[in-house]
């Protein structure tokens, strides 16, 4: 199991780009990388996935480095309402794949 | 709303009574999964389907929890003798096959307290 090693917690303040760092050294050929997001009380809701080099979709960019050894979610200029629990999976099969605990951002204003 | 429900939202029990939850995903979605999210950890997988097929079962899933999707639509989750470290979230999502991989639609999770 390809396993995610994520900051517990980051803080920042509105309006600032706040990048998120996940290592996950064991990564496999066929595993892809996918960043969730939970509120409390909340589902987590997918955010965006990447296999290699750049992703960007309206919500966030993922960078993945040619080794595909980490990945780091970018959030462009972010708002009170980006406050929740960011999750970093690998993974190509659904039993294969682990949350962890998360980066519990916190967005100050 | 992400169009996938859990009924009920919230279960109070005693120990030792069976408990069942349903779950009724996204309509043309073929694959559903069922987590167990205790409070500051992530989802823990537990089981996943197929159509009606369970596909896995995770070491997790002790012989007391059963899982059903019946005619590959909604889900049940059935707890037997339940106990007190039963208590948690359970959350269910669903996706399409062939799709994005690992886009799952998540629930808004059955709570469940075990007294």
């Known amino acids: 199991l390809a396993k995610t090693t994520q900051p517990i917690s980051m803080d920042s303040y509105e309006g600032q780009e706040v990048n998120i760092t996940c290592s996950h050294n064991?990564?496999?050929?066929?595993?892809?990388i996918t960043w969730y997001q939970q509120f409390p009380s909340q589902g987590p809701r997918f955010i965006i996935q990447?296999?290699?080099t750049k992703v960007t979709n309206e919500v966030a960019s993922l960078f993945i480095p040619a080794d595909r050894k980490s990945s780091t979610l970018s959030l462009p200029r972010v708002s009170l309402s980006d406050t929740a629990v960011y999750y970093c999976?690998?993974?190509?099969?659904?039993?294969?794949?682990?949350f962890g605990k998360g980066t519990r951002l916190h967005i100050l204003p | 709303d992400t169009g996938v429900s859990q009924d009920p939202r919230h279960k109070i029990t005693k120990r030792g009574q069976n408990v069942t939850f349903r779950c009724d995903p996204i309509?043309?979605?073929?694959?559903l999964y069922w987590y167990r999210q205790t409070l500051g950890q992530g989802p823990e997988f537990l089981t996943y389907?197929?159509?009606?097929?369970?596909?896995?079962k995770s070491r997790l899933l002790s012989d007391r929890f059963s899982a059903e999707r019946p005619k590959g639509s909604f889900s049940t989750l059935e707890i037997q003798r339940t106990e007190q470290g039963d208590s948690a979230m359970y959350l269910c999502?669903?996706?399409?096959?062939?799709?994005?991989?690992?886009?799952?639609?998540f629930g808004p999770g059955t709570r469940l307290t075990v007294l």
């Open positions: 990447g296999y290699k």
């Open positions: 999976l690998v993974g190509d099969i659904p039993d294969k794949i682990i």
């Open positions: 999502a669903s996706s399409l096959l062939g799709q994005i991989y690992n886009e799952q639609f």
């Open positions: 389907f197929q159509n009606e097929a369970q596909l896995e």
């Open positions: 309509s043309e979605h073929n694959r």
């Open positions: 064991n990564i496999a050929t066929n595993d892809y």
